[in-house]
């Protein structure tokens, strides 16, 4: 026989059940999504210390590109991509370029796509974003070029101008991405299957000669380690992306997000070094400059220094904020 007081018992349970799964999502400590392959453990295990060992959040995943392992920490948490973001603006118009409905010399206003892109990518020229993205229809065509390649975890929501001028949140789930979406983001350009070969090589080059951001993650790679990548910064936040290359052309993707803390750079550095160095020659890693997994304060001083203010700027006033 049916009993209404069974129904509503079911109810309070089941209420009582997404109440602790919703708690537990809280409470649970930072936890990787999947595990890594045993040989690359204690770098996963180092990176998680290294991250809570040191003030701040990260967010940090690696990807072999060729045998797809990966490693990551917080790998699905969201944080803002600032800067970083601009990796996708340039896929999206390239696409057009490989399309036949653009192309790089293209006037924009006083200038060409081609040099409004190079802006963007190697001094992080904010004007130069925001004229491309308006000439590809507002954040609205950039994040819709993200949905059409399945890319979750990953949006764009506003110009860099209405970014800036917003109260600053470094929580804000717009004009976010989890380190893992941003890796996927990485992985889909670096395959070729969303850019012709000659628009993947055009923004690779961009990006390997990018001009700022130069102690984070090249602050500690060997000069014989090729490094193509893109800054995001805002205060209390620090981000670089992109991807690392061996002398035997084996490649990996990495994303490195930060909020919060004082070293952020030093912080990313030695994560960058512990990658290369995990991923690279079993029995041949680099020694750091650290004490045990707390980064020293000599890494935000590294022999490679940061550019100037002005390498990142809105229409030649500097904008150190969004770099």
């Not at 790089?104 to 004229?131: E, F, K, V, W, Y």
């Not at 700022?212 to 993650?217: D, K, V």
């Amino acid at each position: 026989m049916y009993l209404p007081t069974t129904r509503i018992l079911w109810g309070i349970d089941m209420r009582r059940l997404g109440f602790l799964v919703w708690l537990l999502a809280f409470v649970a400590p930072p936890a990787l999504a999947f595990e890594a392959p045993a040989h690359l453990q204690p770098l996963e295990q180092r990176l998680a210390a290294l991250a809570t060992e040191n003030p701040g959040e990260y967010g940090i995943a690696a990807l072999d590109l060729t045998s797809g392992e990966m490693v990551s920490f917080n790998g699905s948490r969201p944080f803002p991509m600032a800067s970083t973001m601009k990796i996708a603006v340039a896929a999206a118009y390239l696409a057009q370029v490989d399309a036949g409905t653009r192309r790089l010399d293209d006037p924009i206003g006083d200038t060409t796509a081609r040099a409004l892109m190079d802006a963007m990518i190697i001094h992080s020229d904010n004007r130069a974003t925001d004229q491309l993205i308006a000439t590809l229809g507002g954040p609205a065509a950039v994040n819709g070029w993200l949905r059409a390649h399945q890319l979750s975890g990953i949006r764009v929501d506003r110009t860099i101008a209405t970014l800036l001028s917003d109260p600053r949140d470094l929580r804000d789930i717009r004009d976010s991405s989890t380190p893992e979406a941003m890796l996927d983001l990485l992985r889909l350009i670096d395959r070729g299957d969303a850019l012709s070969p000659q628009s993947r090589a055009a923004l690779l080059d961009m990006m390997r000669r990018c001009a700022t951001g130069s102690n984070r993650m090249r602050g500690l790679l060997p000069p014989e380690a090729r490094v193509e990548h893109k800054t995001g910064t805002l205060n209390g936040y620090t981000g670089d992306v992109g991807y690392m290359t061996f002398p035997d052309g084996r490649r990996i993707a990495v994303v490195f997000f930060a909020r919060g803390g004082s070293n952020r750079p030093g912080v990313i550095s030695t994560a960058a070094r512990a990658i290369y160095d995990g991923f690279g020659t079993q029995g041949q890693r680099g020694a750091l400059v650290a004490h045990g997994d707390r980064v020293q304060d000599a890494y935000a001083t590294a022999p490679r220094t940061a550019p100037p203010a002005s390498s990142c700027s809105l229409g030649g006033m500097a904008v150190q904020a969004q770099c």
